[in-house]
């Protein structure tokens, strides 16, 4: 069984930045791609983007390409996610995944593709 925890979510305001960290207990944790989703007040859960598990490759969304970093620290077992020039529309409670799959950035944008899911953590973006 794996467990994901974030932290690192919290207020600030339009253009400032945040950096969530997502803690995994597990041994083999170099074993696993990492994504990261987050899901607005009425709305669907939407990827965010999405690491290898050498963290060499990665993916982002439109809405976040450019904007958000994704990296890993496999021998910490933890996965960032760098948040500049942040929007009010980028306000959700993010949540950090993993999965054993092969990775592939079509896969991995995909939910269904992680079998381990943290809690989250809340972002508010204030205008």
């Known amino acids: 069984q794996v467990q994901l925890v974030e932290s690192g979510g919290g207020l600030v305001q339009a253009g400032g930045s945040l950096r969530l960290s997502c803690a995994a207990s597990?041994?083999?944790?170099?074993?696993?791609?990492m994504g990261w989703f987050r899901q607005a007040p009425g709305k669907e859960r939407e990827f965010v983007g999405s690491i290898n598990w050498t963290g060499y490759t990665t993916n982002y969304a439109d809405s976040t390409k450019g904007r958000f970093t994704i990296s890993r620290d496999n021998a910490k077992n933890t996965v960032y996610l760098q948040m500049d020039s942040l929007k009010p529309e980028d306000t959700a409670v993010y949540y950090c995944a993993a999965s054993t799959r092969p990775y592939s950035r079509r896969d991995y944008y995909f939910d269904a593709t992680y079998q381990y899911w943290g809690q989250g953590t809340q972002v508010t973006v204030r205008s």
């Open positions: 597990v041994r083999t944790f170099n074993e696993y791609g």
